[in-house]
């Protein structure tokens, strides 16, 4: 096995970052170095080493782009990665021009989160995953 992308999460609601680091604490891709509530936090705690990979929680739009502008400017080289709930056709448009690297509904498996993350984490483009959507059939 190669060696593990360091990762933060950021998310304000602590039981989902909770739930995010028990669920990737055995996987051998991804290792979760620390967790912060918003980017402020990161702004006021000390990183030696910048993580390869920012898990953003599942925000609003509108603050997750405001989120990982801050997150670039503190972590300029990490990739920054977005689990989001719901997007509008709008919202989608203000996610694809932010500094988000990837873009995942939060209701994904999570074999297809690390599927998806190892796309974003060995491409130099943008990965946007977008929810099962239910069509019926015509009449």
Same mark, same amino acid.
């Given at each position: 096995m190669?060696?593990?992308?360091t990762?933060i999460?950021?998310e ?7 739930? *995010?680091?028990?669920?990737?604490a #055995?996987?051998?891709?991804y290792h979760?170095v620390?967790?912060?509530?918003s980017s402020?936090?990161?702004a006021a ?6 993580p390869?990979?920012v898990?953003?929680g599942?925000l609003?739009a ?8 801050e ?14 709930e719901?997007?509008?056709?709008? #919202?989608? #448009?203000?996610?694809?021009?932010s500094?988000i690297d990837?873009c *995942?509904p939060s ?6 989160l690390?599927d998806a993350l190892?796309l ?5 483009g943008?990965t946007?995953v977008?929810p #099962?959507?239910?069509r019926? *059939?015509?009449?």
């Amino acid at each position: 096995m190669g060696s593990r992308h360091t990762t933060i999460i950021v998310e304000p609601r602590l039981l989902f970052r909770e739930g *995010l680091k028990s669920l990737m604490a #055995d996987n051998g891709y991804y290792h979760i170095v620390s967790d912060f509530a918003s980017s402020a936090e990161i702004a006021a705690s000390v990183i030696l080493i910048e993580p390869q990979l920012v898990i953003l929680g599942a925000l609003a739009a509108e603050t997750a782009v405001i989120e990982a502008v801050e997150i670039r400017k503190l972590l300029p080289t990490s990739k920054i990665v977005l689990l989001y709930e719901s997007v509008s056709p709008s #919202d989608f #448009d203000k996610v694809r021009q932010s500094p988000i690297d990837g873009c *995942l509904p939060s209701s994904v498996s999570f074999e297809t989160l690390i599927d998806a993350l190892a796309l974003i984490m060995a491409g130099n483009g943008r990965t946007m995953v977008l929810p #099962d959507v239910k069509r019926g *059939l015509p009449h």
